[in-house]
């Protein structure tokens, strides 16, 4: 793991994500489930970043990601709320798709107050890690308009399901949580009101 200081923001460098696979795609999906009852085993610092880019990673010169984005104006921002990562401190951290590396936003594990914010969900608060996916609107509606909210939706469900494939092929599981208080998620995790959360991604390895 990497650190350096960024403009006095730490930042931290992922593993290099693979982009390589030896599972079937048509395996994968058929093994898709929803797990929210997890084991004891922390989560890789590899295994979260290749997560990450499975969300947002950026795959072209061009800039371009894992997920289509209506006019490529990439509205969605995704933060790992880290638990119980290997090597990695709990805490809040932004994920950067163009360094493929991320961000300290919070020192200090807020997986309690997120659970809390998720109307209880145990998944939430205690997976070794959840993935927060939170849209900016304006970078979609200057372009479409009041068409954007649906155009931001439909991109968020992408990438919950690269999330929910690249898990299963990690031997990990996952689940989208769309039931929570957008008002608390945003206090738990100090975003700013410009960021509406669209779901919470919680992930580990399935209790057995």
């Known amino acids: 793991m990497t650190v350096r ?17 030896t599972a079937s795609f048509e ?13 004891a085993s922390s989560l890789s610092l590899a295994a979260a970043g290749q997560l990450l880019w499975a969300a947002q990673g950026v795959t072209s010169s061009a800039g ?5 984005s209506a006019g490529a104006l990439y509205p969605l921002e995704v933060y790992l709320v880290a638990g119980s990562v290997d090597v990695l401190p709990a805490g809040v951290y932004r994920y950067r798709p163009q360094k493929h590396a991320l961000r300290v936003h919070l020192a200090g594990d807020r997986r309690r107050e997120l659970g809390e914010a998720a109307l209880g969900q145990t998944a939430v608060s205690k997976a070794p890690a959840v993935l927060v996916v ?3 609107y304006a970078r ?5 308009g009041v068409r954007a909210e649906r155009y931001v939706h439909i991109e968020a469900g992408h990438v ?5 494939l690249q898990a299963q092929v990690l031997g990990l599981g996952t689940v989208i949580v ?3 208080e957008d008002d608390a998620v945003r206090s738990a995790l100090e975003l700013p009101q410009t960021e509406s959360p669209l779901a919470l991604l919680p992930v580990g390895t399935p209790r057995p």
């Open 27 to 39: 395996a994968i999906l058929r093994k898709r489930r929803s797990v929210r009852e997890f084991g």
């Open 134 to 136: 939170v849209a900016l």
């Open 160 to 164: 919950a399901q690269n999330v929910y």
């Open 64 to 68: 371009e990601r894992t997920a289509p």
């Open 140 to 144: 979609t509606a200057r372009k479409y």
């Open 178 to 180: 769309g039931a929570f």
């Open 5 to 21: 200081a960024e403009r006095r923001v730490a930042t931290i460098a992922l593993p290099e994500a693979s982009v390589e696979g």
